[in-house]
């Protein structure tokens, strides 16, 4: 096999939650695990699985199943992503396996969701994009933005999407500068909080929204994000961070390599000393105290990435309106405890938001 | 690890998909998989998955989480389910699991669905019990009924009857003769059509549902069962069995001992001899071709319980109508390719019904 570093191994090892609970079944994670031949066939068989899943859309659709087309092209779509959100040997495969996973997740939703909208936002002379949702029976619901990490992307948030759609919550799952389709022109910044304050600007005056309550929920980097957007844009009422890093670049070495040579391509390309120089730039010091409304932070005790105490419980500690959620026993992002966060973080951010 | 007939690896690696897809994550399965001592265990672990949830279900509803604790009970009584479903050791037990688990998914579908109804029907001085679901936004939707297998029950099912609400279907799970609560009093059966119709007697007239349209939905013995009702009762308009036995006491040698005894306790307890001629009685002889409905037969080239040509290919041959979905990799109830036939499967009932 080839894969000196053990990659595949790892990959296997932290991905097999996180797919699970964004919408891969355990048995075709279980049949890629046992075909993968190498880190180089990784996207190789997460192509095929999306392939499969865009062919049985096909005939789903020839037979007028609109759901169960759906549901199969957001399926491929999240297994295009997965196939990419952590390889960075081939730029030009990475951006076509990108634009494969965005294509498929918007046509299925498309299929599944009348009302789904996809938002294009003008920002700095390129742009970012939005999937909106909003849930059947509401005329003016609440909307939370979701926001991802490092190496994810809106893509893998449909499943997501369902836990506030069925609490009567409107969606916007966004990518922001250095995140997928977003990243081919714009590279991970600081201030992040700028594009969604141009996300917001969009939304502004629609009658089907309640925009006096909006909050922002991201995951890993996505909640540092969550938080800066929370300090500084005041249209933001509530805040949801899983698993967000104080400082990114401030565990650099515990993270492993495959992780590392993601990042630091995430973060601009470059060396590692480079990439660790300006992760270190993402803190929150000096912006965990302005943020005025109230906040939820996630965390995992076992988190390989991120150390809980360090990063965790101080932000939560840092947040004058922070609660902690800390799962003593989980991991980066606490997807082995999904039931206990997910549906629930929901409910949290509709009670405070 | 008092186990010596290797009952726990049976279980742990007959289950584990079937489980995922009736709505238990694969981290708390991997947690039991781990603290599990031996058979006597099994229920035990299962039991404290379930308090676990019904105590985290408390909080949320304290708080005036309404979806979340709704969520968080169901998956309390999906999981008592487990504990006992193929457990035959002892019968106070399992009548006492049994009864938390139809409790707490009910109480769990309350809080997650106002149009929920707990259906009691009476039929021969006992009673049928089904759980009612309807669809929201759909004045008088088609209904399938959900007929649960030898060791299953209408409990396995809050999961799969989203597939059908999702496509403007409702619903009816039903424990019928030999299934669950229903079982303590009556027996498996030959004719469970007959408690079928006893069913439709009691919706007769309501104008909450198409009742011109109506299927059958079976997996396991269930789907034997469907393909009677099929057979036998007019108001059947279309039916699905999804590994569904030609004749149950067919392959009685090829299942693994903790299944045969389970099997042969289902069939009223006695020798295993008994129980595997009264297993023979449950035949599709001179059934099958009295259907003259759509009929969709589900199966697995890879069952362990009963051969893909000798009851899925045998099957949907003698079904006037039948269409075969043959997966030749699947396991038992093809609980390892769900997205290829949980929701396909139906949007297919929906079509032909």
Not at 23 to 49: C, F, H, P
Not at 212 to 220: E, K, M
Not at 233 to 239: D, F, L, M, S
């Amino acid at each position: 096999m080839a894969d000196p570093r053990g990659d595949v191994g790892v990959a296997l090892a932290t991905m097999r939650a996180r797919c699970l609970i964004r919408g891969i079944d355990l048995a075709d994670y279980q049949r890629l695990s046992e075909k993968v031949a190498g880190w180089d066939d990784w996207w190789n068989q997460w192509t095929a699985m999306g392939e499969h899943y865009l062919g049985l859309a096909d005939r789903y659709q020839a037979a007028g199943w609109q759901t169960s087309a759906g549901a199969a092209r957001v399926r491929a779509g999240v297994a295009f992503h997965f196939g990419k959100s952590l390889a960075v040997q081939d730029d030009a495969r990475y951006r076509d396996l990108t634009v494969r996973s965005v294509d498929a997740v918007a046509a299925g939703l498309r299929l599944l969701d009348p009302a789904f909208e996809r938002i294009e936002v003008p920002f700095e002379g390129h742009k970012v994009v939005g999937n909106l949702r909003r849930p059947r029976g509401t005329a003016r619901p609440p909307l939370v933005l979701l926001l991802p990490g490092t190496e994810s992307v809106k893509e893998e948030f449909p499943k997501w999407e369902e836990d506030f759609l069925s609490r009567g919550m409107a969606t916007l799952s966004m990518d922001g500068p250095g995140q997928g389709e977003v990243g081919f022109e714009l590279g991970i910044r600081l201030d992040y909080e700028r594009s969604v304050s141009a996300v917001l600007d969009v939304l502004d005056g629609r009658d089907d929204l309640d925009l006096t309550r909006i909050a922002a929920a991201g995951v890993s980097l996505g909640g540092y994000y969550a938080i800066r957007s929370a300090a500084f844009e005041p249209r933001i009422t509530a805040v949801l961070a899983n698993c967000g890093p104080w400082t990114l670049g401030e565990e650099w070495e515990r993270m492993p390599p495959l992780y590392r040579a993601k990042y630091a391509w995430n973060l601009g390309g470059g060396s590692e000393k480079t990439a660790r120089e300006r992760a270190k730039s993402l803190t929150l010091d000096g912006v965990a105290e302005r943020v005025d409304v109230p906040a939820l932070v996630i965390f995992g005790g076992k988190d390989v990435l991120l150390d809980g105490d360090r990063h965790g419980r101080r932000t939560a500690q840092a947040l004058p309106k922070g609660e902690l959620w800390m799962f003593e026993q989980g991991n980066h992002a606490v997807t082995d405890f999904a039931a206990e966060h997910l549906g629930p973080g929901a409910d949290w951010l509709l009670t405070h938001m």
